[in-house]
């Protein structure tokens, strides 16, 4: 299975900035899928997670409220709508799959990351103040 995320930009402070994770391979496309972001110096950051129904959400506290995790018609495609940006938000935006459709997103999101299956490439959103 591969992802590529994409979809990061340059934003101002309280914009607003959507990126998208795509899934291709593999054969029955029902992977949870999770968000991480990573700023220089910090360690990564758990962001949001979802089912693979889309059933299921669940937010990192930084970001809860502000960020909405959600799939598209084609179940393979995972979006990150990303309002009220703040400086604190700029990262590069990973997104990961799980090769296990009955995780939760909640199961997601306490599980170490290392334990997810599939990543892709970091997608860099720059929020100015």
């Known amino acids: 299975v591969q992802l590529q995320a994409f979809g990061g930009g340059l934003v101002q402070a309280g914009g607003f900035l959507r990126v998208s994770c795509a899934a291709s391979?593999?054969?029955?496309?029902?992977?949870?899928t999770a968000w991480f972001r990573r700023a220089p110096g910090k360690e990564p950051e758990f962001v949001a997670a979802i089912s693979w129904s889309g059933a299921s959400t669940s937010y990192g506290a930084s970001v809860n409220r502000r960020f909405t995790i959600s799939r598209g018609n084609d179940v393979r495609v995972v979006y990150l709508q990303m309002n009220n940006l703040k400086p604190d938000d700029t990262a590069a935006y990973y997104c990961a799959a799980l090769n296990a459709p009955g995780t939760t997103a909640q199961g997601m999101a306490n599980m170490p990351s290392t334990d997810l299956d599939y990543w892709g490439q970091g997608t860099l959103v720059t929020v100015s103040s």
């Open positions: 391979g593999g054969t029955s496309g029902r992977y949870p």
